[in-house]
């Protein structure tokens, strides 16, 4: 265990099923749901409302630090994802428009290290946390690592059936964008780039269902299950 509970870390690029997989693996360990990127996807939406230019490096370092940001860790959580300076934020964080601002944030080192701490805050208790570099900086003495990619293609259809749910269509531009350019643009940043953790079970979950993926992470987890004892 880590801290004052078990520490669960799931990496991969988009749309490879990390949040779908990890709330239900959250629900089954009784641990809090942490999606890191959340903080990066909020601070974006701040961002773009405050006028700042997606280049402005001290700006956005400056926000990060400074703006207060609440990100909701119920796996069972319904309505807003995350609170900034009071107000509930959920579509917004996800939107396609915003997919450039997002990369160019998430790549930035100053930002990196301002909203560092407050990822680890809110997994401090112990967590299942998911995102591109959770077990790899954030919580690098995880109790278990894992790693889920896909295909292209397969990540390209999942987003934008997620995003179809979410009410937000989506052109095959702006898709190609949020998934591909972004997972090429977040592997290559000198800051925490995507990559799989030392001693992460890697994951194909091409051609399994999201509950075959669970079953695999559960069983790995072993004596973190609170079943289990």
């Not at 709330?23 to 939406?45: C, H, K, M, N």
């Not at 100053?110 to 299942?128: D, H, I, T």
């Amino acid at each position: 265990m880590s801290g004052g509970g078990a520490v669960v870390t799931i990496d991969g690029p988009a749309g490879v099923g990390k949040s779908t997989v990890g709330r239900q693996v959250a629900r089954s360990l009784e641990l809090p749901f942490l999606d890191t990127g959340i903080f990066y996807r909020a601070l974006t939406v701040a961002a773009a409302r405050a006028g700042l230019r997606p280049d402005d490096e001290s700006g956005l370092a400056a926000l990060a630090q400074a703006f207060e940001v609440e990100v909701n860790t119920d796996p069972e959580a319904q309505g807003w994802r995350a609170m900034v300076d009071g107000s509930p934020l959920d579509l917004e964080l996800w939107d396609p428009q915003l997919s450039l601002r997002l990369a160019l944030a998430a790549g930035l080192g100053p930002v990196r290290a301002a909203l560092l701490e407050r990822q680890r805050e809110a997994g401090g208790g112990g967590v299942v946390a998911v995102g591109r570099d959770t077990g790899t900086v954030v919580f690098p003495a995880a109790d278990r690592k894992f790693y889920l990619d896909a295909p292209p293609w397969v990540r390209l259809e999942r987003r934008r059936q997620e995003l179809d749910r979410r009410g937000l269509p989506t052109s095959d531009a702006l898709l190609a964008e949020e998934v591909v350019a972004r997972d090429q643009s977040d592997s290559r940043r000198p800051n925490a780039p995507l990559a799989v953790p030392e001693g992460a079970l890697v994951i194909d979950t091409g051609s399994i269902s999201a509950t075959e993926v669970v079953a695999l992470v559960l069983a790995a987890c072993g004596d973190l299950n609170p079943g289990h004892g």
